[in-house]
């Protein structure tokens, strides 16, 4: 049991998150972008945070960086489907700035479950 | 004239002849009368038949006997003077002729010398006789040509001061063999020296006469002054024709009428490789392919050399290439239009052959992957959005089929909906693969670990009817590498070795190899070593188009691990492999492949610096070797030790409009030494830069900024400090971007987001390469 930040500004990937991590137990509460999602992080405590990166108003890899100049403890998922315009894969970036784990779109809802345990599982 | 018949001697003997003749008659008639009178007669006759009475009178006898004699003496009288007489008219015909032609001679002989007389004078060529040195007769051309008002004033004169110094001993000696020798056939050319000073060129000849009945020289001599003059000018031109010809780089014929050559320059040894004296008097038809290339042929037969000709052929050297011409000819004629044969001009277009077809080829190879690339964007550009709808799809339709009890009916359409959505995240895969810039973790990886772990999958996928070899060196270094696109580098080649086999039986063979390159040795990769665009694919044309070599990337000196794919299926034909790589091009039917296998090995092996050489022909099969490099490329992410030499103390202005980025940047930078000033305004920036230009080493700077952009900035500063290094970062780099930054002079590029650490790389990159001298200048 423990309270994750899904930022995704696709609603319905959210939405998918959302019905898995909350069937494995956890809380879950929405951003659609990385500004909303600071903003969310600054009024709350979460254990996780699971965030896109290709995003409006703030992309993924600046909000790893905030979450880690800010909440070092946080665990972070990255989970994308590459770049919006480009190719670039920005996984390793992400990974290199933080990112405790990282996933590429399309996911398996069970990888990302079994993610979660071992982050926080880790964490315990 | 009668006077002188009359006084001829024969009629003269033939008159006495006469008289001697009658007087001789009438002796004979008078002795004959006396001795009848003394009835001699018949005594004579009784003496005559009876030697007995032989004793008579002999008066009658002696008288008889003398009227005998002088009758043998009459009648030859008589015959010597109608012998006489005969001769007397054939002697006077014969004179009369012999008088007649006198006669007519002596006219001839007048009229002879008058004719003589104005053709000496008529004369355009001089005619001079001299005796003993001085001049003793001229003819009025001789007169004018010397200057002279009347002949009286040549006449008398020594003939030496009017030969040119340099001419005068040759004159004299000519002159005493003419006399001594009698010759008459010397001829030769002098200077003459005109009475006033003026100097002419005469062909000159001497002959013997008598003049007043003393040995004298008659010359005759012609101005030759003018033509000499035009042979001299003729002479001019002919080596300045020569000197042009010579001069000429392109091969220059001369031929006859009957096609053989008689002139030709060094341009013909330096591209023919004859020398003149191989080639003068050889048919032109030695340096051409094929008839007639040089003389052409009408359509009787005949050479058309007297007809221009401007056309391209093949030729062949002395050494038997073959190369293209390019031809022009021009007849040659005579004053009167009469073709004498041709001059033509071959160049040599080989060198220009292989520069077009090169360029040709080159622009093809240029469209070919700027096509490549732009699927490749649009690839890339989908695939994000792609990927959250399959997410989506693949997500839910894992819940859904998770809440269904096992025996659900609706349980198998699910399974259906997360197959097809499988396939789809493979497609995309494989598209972002295509794409090269899916590039996951590069880490070392063991290729004869990753084929074993290949191989068991193979021989499971694979139809049974192809037999799977392998020979796998142990010894190959690890290559920086993907492993999940190494499987499927092997995979898609081998899967596709399965499809050319079909369902005859056939090998498979798996190879590893280490392999050292280095110096272009070897000749088979050369095409990979070169100084070729990396982007671009280079093929070559084998067995008459029945099969073709491909060369894909650019492999530098070092060591490489390669793997072979090859197969003893059906092969490809040249024009089958010059589209195998593009994506979405299959030869299997549909649902068999994506069309995107091989383009997809091609993205890989491009993201990890790598090379493809193809080698196929139909029904012999085909072989692929896939080149990896054991070094590790240009790290993406700094490593602890490349960040020590990531430092330095350069002065950096960072312009980017977004704050958090700026300042995240500026520290990153800060750590490794560099004095950062940061701003987040680009107009601000460049005012800035306006006022204190010297104060930073270098700019970097976002391309997509309020304002002014990027690409704008470096524009300006660049126009302010020409020296100026500038890295401009961009979320999105499209070729117009690329472009226009480039030609402003951008030096680096680095797509957002970006790290400081790959900044501070970049810095160094740039100064380090500033501070040593750039490799292959000067």
């Known amino acids: 049991m423990a309270r994750i930040l899904v930022i995704d500004d696709e609603p319905a990937i959210r939405g998918l998150l959302r019905q898995v991590l909350e069937r494995a137990g956890h809380s879950v509460a929405e951003a659609s972008n990385g500004r909303e999602g600071i903003d969310q992080l600054e009024a709350d405590d979460f254990e996780m945070v699971i965030t896109d990166i290709v995003m409006p108003e703030r992309e993924g890899i600046e909000t790893i960086m905030r979450i880690k100049q800010g909440r070092p403890k946080t665990k972070i998922i990255v989970i994308s489907g590459g770049g919006h315009r480009l190719a670039m894969d920005f996984l390793p970036v992400a990974k290199e700035l933080g990112a405790d784990l990282t996933f590429p779109k399309p996911f398996k809802p069970a990888e990302i479950i079994e993610a979660v345990d071992t982050l926080l599982g880790k964490a315990a | ?778």
């Open chain 2, 1 to 778: 004239m009668d006077q002188q018949k009359e006084s001829i001697v024969p009629q003269v003997r033939n008159s006495r002849a006469r008289i001697d003749f009658i007087v001789a008659a009438v002796v004979t008639v008078v002795l004959y009368v006396v001795a009848a009178a003394f009835d001699m007669t018949e005594r004579f006759l009784v003496w005559a038949l009876n030697y007995e009475q032989f004793e008579l009178d002999e008066v009658p006898f002696a008288f008889g006997l003398g009227a005998l004699a002088f009758g043998w003496y009459s009648f030859r009288r008589w015959r010597e003077y109608t012998e006489a007489e005969r001769r007397t008219v054939e002697t006077r015909h014969k004179l009369t002729r012999e008088i007649d032609g006198r006669t007519a001679a002596e006219t001839a002989l007048t009229e002879s010398e008058e004719r003589y007389r104005r053709l000496v004078e008529l004369s355009p060529e001089g005619i001079m006789v001299h005796v003993d040195g001085r001049i003793a007769f001229v003819n009025p051309a001789a007169n004018r040509m010397l200057g002279a008002a009347t002949p009286e004033a040549l006449i008398g004169r020594e003939i030496a001061p009017l030969v040119h110094p340099d001419d005068r001993a040759a004159a004299r000696a000519q002159v005493r063999r003419v006399l001594n020798e009698g010759r008459a056939d010397l001829r030769a050319e002098q200077v003459l020296i005109a009475l006033d000073g003026r100097e002419f060129t005469v062909e000159t000849s001497w002959t013997p006469i008598l003049h007043a009945g003393r040995p004298a020289v008659l010359k005759v001599f012609r101005d030759i002054s003018a033509r000499k003059q035009a042979e001299a000018a003729l002479m001019q031109q002919k080596s300045l024709l020569e000197s042009i010809i010579r001069s000429v780089p392109d091969a220059v014929l001369v031929a006859g009428m009957d096609g053989r050559i008689t002139l030709s320059n060094g341009g013909v040894t330096a591209i023919f490789g004859y020398r003149p004296d191989e080639i003068i008097g050889q048919p032109t038809g030695l340096l051409t392919v094929g008839p007639g290339r040089i003389n052409g042929n009408r359509k009787d037969g005949e050479p058309a050399l007297a007809e221009p000709l401007s056309a391209e052929g093949a030729y062949r050297r002395k050494n038997g290439d073959v190369f293209p011409a390019e031809t022009v000819r021009s007849p040659i004629r005579d004053a009167k239009g009469r073709p004498l044969g041709a001059i033509t001009v071959i160049r040599d277009i080989s060198e220009r052959k292989r520069a077009d077809q090169e360029k040709a080829s080159l622009q093809e190879q240029m469209h070919q992957s700027q096509k490549l690339e732009s699927l490749g964007t649009l690839a890339g550009g989908i695939a994000h959005d792609f990927n959250n709808l399959l997410a989506i799809i693949n997500g839910y339709g894992e819940l859904v089929i998770n809440d269904l009890e096992a025996q659900h009916p609706v349980r198998k359409n699910v399974a259906e909906i997360l197959a097809a959505g499988r396939r789809a995240e493979e497609l995309v895969a494989q598209i972002l693969a295509y794409s090269r810039n899916d590039r996951r973790e590069l880490k070392p990886l063991q290729l004869d670990a990753l084929l074993t772990e290949d191989l068991g999958m193979l021989r499971a996928t694979l139809p049974a009817t192809l037999e799977v070899k392998s020979d796998i060196a142990k010894n190959v270094p690890p290559v920086m590498a993907d492993a999940t696109q190494m499987h499927q580098v092997i995979m898609n080649l081998c899967v596709n070795a399965g499809h050319a086999t079909g369902k005859s039986p056939g090998h498979l063979n798996l190879r590893l190899r280490a392999r050292t390159l280095g110096g272009g040795r070897d000749k088979q990769l050369r095409p990979l070593l070169a100084e070729w665009p990396a982007s671009l694919r280079r093929i070559d044309s084998i067995a008459n188009g029945r099969g073709g070599r491909m060369w894909i990337g650019r492999l530098h000196a070092g060591r490489y691990g390669v793997i072979t794919v090859q197969d003893t299926g059906s092969g490809m034909d040249f024009s089958t492999l010059q589209r195998v790589f593009d994506p979405f091009f299959t030869t299997k039917v549909v649902g068999d492949g994506t069309g995107l296998g091989l383009a997809s090995v091609e993205g890989i092996v491009r993201g990890h610096d790598g090379a493809i050489v193809v080698e196929t022909e139909l029904g012999q099969g085909t072989r692929f070797d896939v080149f990896l490099p054991t070094e590790a490329p240009a790290p993406t992410l700094a490593t602890t030790e490349d960040e020590q030499s990531y430092q330095g103390d350069e002065r950096i202005l960072l312009v980017d409009d977004d704050e958090s980025l700026v300042q995240a940047i500026s520290l990153g930078l800060g750590k490794f030494g560099y004095d950062v000033t940061a701003m987040t305004d680009g107009t601000e920036a460049m005012e800035a830069f306006r006022d204190t230009p010297n104060r930073w080493d270098l700019v970097v700077a976002d391309h997509m900024m309020p304002g002014l952009t990027g690409v704008e900035l470096a524009e300006q500063a660049l126009g302010i400090r020409p020296d100026l290094p500038i890295i401009l970062c961009t979320g999105l780099m499209d070729s117009a971007t690329r472009d226009s930054a480039l030609t402003v002079g951008v030096r680096e590029f680095h797509l957002k987001p970006v790290l400081a650490s790959d900044l501070a790389a970049s810095v160094r990159r740039i100064f380090n390469a500033e501070s040593v001298p750039a490799k292959g200048v000067a």
